[in-house]
């Protein structure tokens, strides 16, 4: 085959005009989909009050407001968000604006004096991404709360900590949980960062210089319910750390619930029998009866790991991309990282109903504590009080108590004596131990490790439920915040179609 052949058949396959059918299969019929699935309400709303500002701006007539609200009260969602990508449009945006000059005329095309699809999509994807990203965070205080509500529930559960995977000290449920609720704060606390970064309008900035109409940038930031403008034109279309910021907070407030996810899985095998989740969370082995497969934490932790992967393509999709606009950070790239909100509020939602329903086995815990060596560091600080020693010489007294008992396959602190540990301190003291043996062995005890621990922080139950109910009342603060930023946005919209209803009744 020639050449020429080869290359008449695949026009003859791809067509010989714009889009080629494997352009508008690949990249512009499910940039279409998505569009018309996210973006038709805040497309329809930026058209108005870009209408409003122009006609506040004396930028077009009263009448030619009329006739071009008119046409966009006419606009049929439905129907855009069922009908599938025609060629002859490039876009949903080209598609709608075709509609409206179809219906009000070629003055319809003045709706798009001193602005650009660069700066209208960048304002698309920002009014689209703060709404996904404020019912992520509606879902992450519903987590929280339900985390605070439990482990006030376990303030009194003894347990051991661990430290690089082996036994550590004595503490509590609720202090574990505690330090998760608070991780979960920080990740709420990120993402109202990154919803200030990406809450900022670009309109105004046009293709890249803005333009010679006198718009007003400050209305549209207003009518739109945006906090601020993205000052700098070029930065307004070709600035990507908006989303890139969000990916980051999502990422990381992912990988956060996984450290959590792998610990409840190992938590819930029977070699450690410390939960067990409730029947509608468990699957049950096809062949074998006994099986309580915890598969809801094992998707929990599947599933987080693709939020990571979807937040680290938008990443990746970023890198090394020119500043400028560029197709790079827009329709091919946002979906992903819908995709990672999205998916981390239903992980939110399934985690928090996953913990609140499961038992705790708060007896085996218990025993599991009172059996363990990882007590005695009580007892090492105690020795420094009653023996006057310092605390290095007091460690090394337990530890080689425990170094013997070891060396005997005795790993259970009801082997750790007091005459052991008097002849050791003997041997390195030269002077015998003056710790009661009530006080000893009260020193081993995981409650009483637990009970002395009352400094801010600690597992102490009082201090415990303390800081657990000063959580619960932050949450009334957290929740606020997100209320006020969807007021404010339903307040916008209701004003937007408010000045629509206004130009479909105005009389000539």
Not at 144 to 163: C, K, P, Q
Not at 170 to 195: E, G
Not at 413 to 429: D, G, M, Q, R, V
Not at 467 to 492: G, P, R, V, Y
Request: charged fraction near 25%.
């Amino acid at each position: 085959m020639t050449f020429q052949e080869y290359k008449s058949r695949i026009h003859e396959s791809e067509g010989t005009q714009f889009p080629s059918n494997s352009y508008r299969e690949i990249v512009l019929q499910p940039a279409y989909e998505e569009a018309k699935k996210h973006f038709l309400k805040a497309m329809v709303q930026l058209h108005i009050a870009h209408l409003k500002m122009l006609e506040e701006q004396q930028l077009i007539s009263k009448e030619d407001a009329k006739k071009i609200g008119t046409a966009i009260s006419q606009l049929d969602l439905d129907y855009f968000s069922k009908q599938d990508y025609q060629p002859q449009f490039e876009d949903l945006f080209f598609r709608i604006e075709y509609k409206l000059m179809e219906i009000a005329g070629d003055i319809a095309g003045n709706l798009h004096i001193g602005r650009s699809r660069n700066d209208m999509g960048i304002a698309i994807y920002r009014m689209t991404i703060r709404e996904k990203l404020l019912a992520l965070m509606e879902e992450l205080v519903t987590l929280r709360t339900s985390l605070i509500t439990f482990a006030l529930e376990h303030v009194n559960t003894i347990m051991i900590g661990y430290t690089h995977t082996q036994q550590a000290q004595p503490t509590t449920f609720a202090h574990y949980l505690k330090a998760v609720i608070d991780q979960l704060t920080r990740d709420f606390q990120r993402m109202q960062q990154a919803y200030k970064t990406v809450n900022r309008s670009s309109m105004g900035a046009a293709a890249l210089t803005t333009t010679g109409f006198n718009i007003n940038r400050e209305r549209m930031q207003e009518l739109l319910a945006f906090d601020d403008i993205v000052e700098n034109a070029w930065d307004a279309v070709a600035g990507a750390d908006y989303i890139a910021e969000t990916a980051s907070v999502v990422q990381l407030a992912a990988l956060n619930l996984g450290r959590t996810a792998q610990d409840f899985l190992l938590w819930a095998t029977q070699e450690f029998n410390a939960i067990s989740l409730a029947s509608p969370y468990v699957q049950i082995s096809s062949i074998m009866p006994q099986k309580r497969n915890p598969v809801s934490i094992e998707h929990t932790r599947s599933l987080l790991s693709s939020v990571v992967g979807d937040a680290s393509t938008v990443l990746q999709m970023i890198h090394n991309t020119p500043f400028g606009d560029i197709v790079d950070t827009e329709d091919d790239m946002q979906p992903y990282i819908w995709r990672a909100m999205e998916k981390l509020r239903g992980i939110y939602k399934l985690f928090g109903s996953l913990v609140v329903t499961m038992d705790v086995n708060k007896e085996k815990l218990l025993e599991r504590a009172e059996k363990s060596l990882a007590n005695v560091t009580q007892l090492a600080d105690t020795l420094v009080i009653t023996e006057k020693i310092s605390f290095r010489q007091s460690h090394k007294i337990i530890s080689e108590s425990i170094r013997t008992l070891l060396k005997h396959q005795q790993d259970s602190i009801e082997n750790l004596t007091w005459e052991l540990a008097n002849e050791k301190c003997k041997e390195l003291t030269g002077k015998p131990l003056n710790i009661s043996k009530e006080l000893f062995y009260q020193s081993l005890k995981p409650t009483h490790f637990v009970h002395v621990r009352k400094l801010p922080g600690g597992p102490a139950p009082a201090t415990m439920t303390e800081s657990l109910l000063k959580a619960k009342e932050e949450t009334s603060i957290l929740s606020q915040w997100i209320e006020d930023k969807k007021n404010a946005i339903l307040q916008s919209e209701k004003r937007l179609q408010q000045y629509l209803d206004e130009w479909s009744q105005r009389k000539k």
